[in-house]
């Protein structure tokens, strides 16, 4: 066990190391641009205050000058004298301010108007912007100094997080989850949390539950061949997907956990409008990741012991279509219910059956475009070959049917398998419709793809009526 553990410490290690290292770049350029946006505001400052000197210092002379009341020979002495005990300034009368102050953008002027021998006249101060600039360049290099090393901390700091609040609750997750893909279902709790992580543990504590309850009641049920066979294929189903998510605790969910925490920091007020909008983006791609983990523990969690009971299938939709109203909402999609007068009885499981719903009307809202509606209704049906589908000729149809482009004949076969999907890559799973044909299935039901009148996919449930299951 130790070995194993140092094994997959090390691994663990360098995830945490890389993922703090890939974020110093942008952490060094955030600080760095921050801090010559500093600089050069503090240079700007400078600069004004020395402008404001320079006014200062020509008025104050053309004030004295004025009340002693020399001629311009004597004011430029005078101004002379000034000019030599002030090595930083130059000071001169000029007729012409502008040429005399030589505006070239490396120096601050300041003027004022004196009046000598009848004629006006300049006395002009200017102080060349060298300080200026020196205080900029050693601002700019304490700036980077200080980015370095406040990266170097934080990248130490992140990375040790890592491995204190993360790291050894994946590895005692990963040991559970290789304790399962070996059969070994009877363990204590995880026990991690009730954070992400914890949520995660109790998943895979109820995923091994349901796994050796599977197994056992396949071993139970010996003289049933088929139901047998189909146990058991779940339970190599469920055991796969726990090797499967096995793998994405192990590399998603270290650096996921890791990215999410960076991103709330950076969307705080204090960072610039960029920095958030960017940490905004973050935070949303690793919320769709985690989404994506939620539905493969769905599909993991499903269980076949159902507590079939008569209820009134008109009332599992009316309780479906609200959850989904928001979703549909959100891409201009209404939602139409049409049910029957009277209560269409099925022996069902609500819950179950609420499932089967809200996974039809996600992807018919998926399909859908804009300004669409969206149509669920229950209607009785007779169908000739119901037979071929172990169902009585009288029974219930189900039915949801959107406005989108439909589903091409040729897939058709295959949209019921795990992890198919006709959507674009990275806006499916391809388990919504898996989760509903074995849902279906275990109500002794049959779920069929066909074309929609006018354009669209028709989904159509069949379900025995008043508990009549083949």
């Not at 009585?392 to 959107?402: K, N, T």
């Not at 019921?416 to 509903?436: M, N, Q, R, Y």
Request: charged fraction near 25%; aromatic fraction near 2%; include cysteine.
């Amino acid at each position: 066990m130790r070995l194993l553990t140092s094994s997959l410490r090390k691994p663990m290690n360098q995830i945490s190391f890389r993922i703090a290292l890939a974020m110093l770049p942008a952490l060094v350029l955030v600080l760095l641009l921050f801090g010559v946006a500093t600089a050069m505001r503090e240079g700007d400052v400078i600069e004004l205050e020395m402008q404001r000197d320079a006014d200062a210092v020509a008025l104050s002379l053309a004030e004295v000058l004025r009340h002693e009341g020399v001629d311009a020979d004597g004011a430029r002495a005078h101004l002379e004298s000034v000019d030599e005990k002030l090595a930083h300034l130059a000071i001169r009368l000029a007729d012409d301010p502008v040429a005399a102050g030589n505006v070239d953008g490396m120096q601050v002027v300041g003027v004022a108007p004196l009046e000598t021998d009848g004629r006006t006249q300049w006395v002009v101060v200017t102080e060349p912007l060298q300080e200026r600039d020196a205080f900029v360049l050693r601002a700019l290099l304490a700036d980077a100094v200080g980015s370095v090393v406040a990266t170097l901390v934080a990248w130490a700091f992140a990375v040790a997080v890592g491995r204190t609040l993360v790291q050894s609750r994946v590895i005692r997750l990963i040991h559970r989850l290789e304790a399962v893909g070996r059969g070994e279902y009877r363990a204590p709790p995880l026990a991690l949390g009730a954070d992400e992580l914890g949520v995660l543990g109790e998943a895979v504590d109820r995923m091994a539950q349901q796994i050796e309850e599977a197994r056992a009641h396949a071993q139970s049920e010996a003289e049933a061949r088929q139901r047998v066979l189909l146990q058991l294929r779940r339970a190599d189903r469920l055991a796969a997907v726990g090797r499967t998510v096995a793998v994405f605790a192990h590399e998603v969910g270290t650096p996921l956990g890791v990215i999410v925490g960076r991103a709330e920091r950076l969307e705080r007020p204090v960072n610039p409008d960029g920095v958030r909008n960017g940490a905004r983006i973050i935070h949303e791609q690793a919320d769709r990741i985690a989404a994506f983990v939620r539905r493969l523990l769905d599909y993991a969690r499903h269980d076949d012991t159902f507590e079939l009971a008569p209820l009134d299938l008109g009332a599992v939709v009316r309780r479906s279509t609200p959850m989904m109203a928001d979703r549909g909402r959100a891409r201009g999609v209404a939602i139409e219910t049409r049910l029957p007068g009277g209560a269409p009885i099925v022996d069902g499981d609500a819950k179950a059956l609420e499932q089967v719903v809200v996974n039809l009307l996600a992807n018919a809202i998926d399909a859908s475009p804009a300004d669409a509606t969206v149509t669920v209704r229950i209607e009785p049906a007779h169908c000739d070959e119901a037979a071929e589908r172990g169902l009585p000729s009288d029974h219930l149809h189900l039915v949801v049917e959107d406005r989108g482009p439909g589903i091409p004949i040729e897939v058709r076969p295959r949209v019921f398998d795990p992890f198919f999907s006709t959507k674009a890559p990275g806006e499916g799973t391809g388990l919504g419709l898996a989760i509903v044909a074995e849902i279906v299935q275990d109500h002794a039901g049959a779920v069929t793809v066909e074309d929609r009148d006018g354009g669209g996919c028709r989904i159509v449930v069949h379900l025995p009526t008043g508990g009549k299951r083949a």
